[in-house]
T-cell receptor, first 112, second 112 residues
């Protein structure tokens, strides 16, 4: 069964450093998303991406965040200058237009 | 934007009994309501969803009901089993391709 894959599974970084989280969505999917989940809390929407541009973003997705689809398969989330409060599990997700949203296994980011 | 409230935050039921989790949403334009199950340390996985053109949907032991007038929807699990223990999240969006707004989650504990 096709899956959304994410790398790295866990990243530890120093505050102020740049981080790039990578995702490979399911190949025939058209909509791509990043969500985050702070430990023990709810899943929060960050950004959606369609047709090579951001279609929607939340208040959390400020100027420190950016997304890119550098080639036909990868979808990346960059955090330019990490803060302690960026520590969370980051989930990539994808779907066909009106179908089920499939989540990746997540990338755990720890900012020290 | 959309706001989703979910209750209860923790629910403990005896194995074999039924469990009901309730959510309300704020945006009357929302028309897609999925439920996700998240086991500890794992990704959220869709268990059932409902669209606003129906009032109820059932899949074996799981059912979801939707009341658009009152802007609330509920998850019903019958004949609960130990493997039902997890955190359950409701979510809502205006169209199925939008970013989902999640509730805070319900930790369901099935007592043997």
């Amino acid at each position: 069964e096709p899956e959304v894959t994410q790398t790295p599974s866990h990243q530890v970084t120093q505050m102020g450093q740049e981080v790039i989280l990578r995702c490979v969505p399911i190949s025939n999917h058209l909509y791509f998303y990043w969500y985050r989940q702070i430990l023990g809390q709810k899943v929060e929407f960050l950004v959606s991406f369609y047709n090579n541009e951001i279609s929607e973003k939340s208040e959390i997705f400020d100027d420190q965040f950016s997304v890119e689809r550098p080639d036909g398969s990868n979808f990346t989330l960059k955090i330019r200058s990490t803060k302690l409060e960026d520590s969370a599990m980051y989930f990539c997700a994808s779907r066909v237009a009106a179908g089920e949203l499939f989540f990746g296994e997540g990338s755990r980011l720890t900012v020290l | 934007g959309e706001n989703v409230e979910q209750h209860p935050s923790t629910l403990s039921v005896q194995e074999g009994d039924s469990a009901v989790i309730k959510c309300t949403y704020s945006d009357s334009a929302s028309n897609y309501f999925p439920w996700y199950k998240q086991e500890l340390g794992k990704r959220p996985q869709l268990i059932i969803d409902i669209r606003s053109n129906v009032g109820e949907k059932k899949d074996q032991r799981i059912a979801v009901t939707l009341n658009k007038t009152a802007k609330h929807f509920s998850l019903h699990i019958t004949e609960t089993q130990p493997e039902d223990s997890a955190v359950y999240f409701c979510a809502a969006s205006m169209v199925s391709a939008d970013g989902l707004t999640f509730g805070k989650g319900t930790h369901l504990i099935i007592q043997p």
